[in-house]
Each structure stands twice: as C-alpha cells, then as structure tokens.
C-alpha cells in the first residue's frame, strides 16, 4: 500500500460558489443552480456521444477541504460517524461525485444543473448516469434513514458550530 499514485483532473468547474459556507449539500439539493465544466483538450474526444444522456456523474477533487480524519461529523448530524458512511468532504483522498442534470455538450465543455462544488474544482472523470445500473429504489441508507435532518435553505454547514 505504500505505492503512490495520481491523478491529473481533466477539467475545471465553473461554479457561483466561491465561499464553502454556501455550496449545497448534494447535487439533488441544487438542481436549479447551473454550472459549467470546462475540458482540458486533450479529453475533448471524450465528450462524444453524451449529449444523448439526461444526467451524468461528475468526480472531482474537494480541493479546498479541511485535513482528513477516520471519525467525522456529516452534515446536519449531531454523532460522529466513521468517514467511509458518510459524503463529507473530508476524506483520505477527497474524490467526491455529484449526479448532474446534463444541460448541453460542446466541443469543449458541458452545461449542467446541480452545482455542489466551488468555483475552480478540478475535475477528475465523467461518467454517464444510467438508470439500470445507478438507481436501487428502497434500498437501506444506514444511520442516514433515522436522522434528523433540517431543510437545506440557508444550511451554513462550514461555520465552527455546525
């Protein structure tokens, strides 16, 4: 395990978001804010043949989080939870992936809705969203399913009493 390993992002994501205080908690959450991923032109070719998708995974890079830890604290959560059972950011290595809304394709970049990163995240890979793999209606969410969890409006989930 101690064989090292990169990742070089494909792209960049243009984002209204520039303070983490105001991002959106998940993708679901801001399917009416939109944003665009610009691809490095080497990854160009790639863009062929999505257009024809609805909705599309983005991984990127949480590049701006805190340092990672074993035991953290989600979102509208009071417990700590161990970091693999939940979405935070703040991860051993901090890929995180957003379920887009594909708006449009160009030559050289993507529209989508559903703006959960900051402006200037790197983005890693795209990969198409498909109902017959991606989605388990009914499944059991964990600690997730009994949580108290408050609305998303306003949620100021970085400020210290979070």
């Not at 101690?2 to 960049?12: K, L």
């Not at 062929?48 to 998708?53: T, V």
């Not at 953290?72 to 939940?86: I, L, N, W, Y």
Request: glycine residues 8%.
């Amino acid at each position: 395990m101690s064989e090292g390993y990169s990742i070089q992002p494909i792209g960049v994501i243009q984002s209204p978001y520039r303070d983490p205080q105001d991002m959106p908690i998940q993708a679901c959450e801001a399917w009416n804010i939109s944003g665009t991923a610009i691809i490095a032109p080497e990854w160009r070719d790639g863009l062929r043949d999505l257009a024809g998708f609805d909705r599309v995974w983005l991984l990127w890079w949480a590049h701006r989080g805190r340092s990672p830890a074993a035991m953290v604290q989600p979102f509208r959560d009071t417990r700590s939870r161990g970091v693999f059972a939940t979405r935070v950011p703040v991860r051993p290595n901090p890929i995180a992936m957003s379920c887009v809304r594909l708006r449009s394709v160009a030559a050289d970049r993507i529209e989508f809705d559903g703006v959960d990163m900051l402006d200037g995240t790197p983005l890693i890979d795209i990969k198409p969203y498909v109902w017959t793999w991606d989605a388990h209606p009914g499944i059991r969410s964990g600690w997730y399913d009994e949580a108290n969890r408050p609305l998303a409006i306003g949620d100021r989930r970085f400020e210290k009493s979070a």
